[in-house]
């Protein structure tokens, strides 16, 4: 459906299980499924010339054990979606975020942030903290925003130490072998600096895993490890993307 609107995918699509919070996209070839109970994240960014709508949901399959859960981080995105204009400080965005999933007895993910967006460029530069903090940055007007509360019945952070299967050109050094710089080419002109995901890269060359692991040895390619709560808690996400202007601020996700 993004492709047939002339939109491409801004990141490979998140499909995170249970406490598994951020980054799981599937291989080629992965056999995972989803079974009764589980607490799915689907976290999907879109692109049309670069500019960015990021935004996620959490589906519970078949059952309706975490609906507080899931309700907690779907109220403190909208307490945090109320507090934007112009010159919110964004510490004051995740104090609201904070206090909206304790009041529910939950933990936000201190660790996981939402993100300024502008073209071609996910992360832009100012984290959105899922709980308070003394960071004194602004949301300044003409500002693309994503907000993304995390909340789990776990400690509250991330970890990651397992590779996934997405990844971004953060270089471009050339290197002793033709078709690695082909490559690596083909993947500029395709997905400029925005994340990808392995199995994309089928089409370039059916060596492709190969030829990403030797860009990620002499760091053209950064790897995006496969984040999960450190306690194994269950984990709920919410998101939405917006527009700051001089007068309004639009939720542009909805």
């Known amino acids: 459906m993004v492709r047939e609107r002339d939109a491409k995918c801004a990141f490979p699509i998140n499909i995170c ?45 078949s059952t309706s054990n975490w609906s507080e859960l899931m309700r907690a981080s779907e109220e403190a995105l909208n307490c945090a979606l109320e507090m ?15 206090t909206a999933i304790t009041s529910r007895g939950f933990k936000p993910i201190c660790n996981l942030t939402g993100h300024t967006m502008e073209r071609n460029q996910l992360h832009a530069g100012i984290a959105i903290p899922n709980v308070a903090t003394k960071e004194r940055s602004v949301l300044k007007s003409n500002t693309a925003v994503a907000i993304e509360p995390f909340a789990t019945n776990g400690k509250g952070r991330v970890d990651g130490d397992k590779g996934g299967n997405i990844y971004q050109v953060i270089g471009n050094s050339k290197l002793r072998d033709d078709r690695a710089n082909r490559f690596l080419d083909q993947l500029i002109n395709e997905f400029d600096y925005l994340p990808f995901a392995g199995r994309w890269c089928a089409k370039f060359s059916d060596k492709y895993n190969a030829l990403i692991r030797k860009h990620r040895m002499h760091r053209n390619l950064r790897s995006y490890p496969i984040l999960s709560e450190v306690s194994s808690g269950m984990v709920a996400q919410s998101e939405h993307s917006t527009l700051i202007l001089d007068n309004s601020v639009i939720v542009y996700t909805r």
């Open 17 to 61: 299980i249970n406490e598994i919070a951020a980054h799981y996209a599937p291989r080629e070839g992965d056999t995972l499924q989803f079974s009764r109970g589980d607490l799915v994240k689907i976290d999907v960014g879109v692109h049309i010339d670069g500019c960015i709508a990021d935004t996620a949901a959490t589906i519970e399959i």
């Open 84 to 98: 934007i204009v112009p010159r919110v400080r964004v510490g004051a965005i995740g104090a609201a975020i904070e």
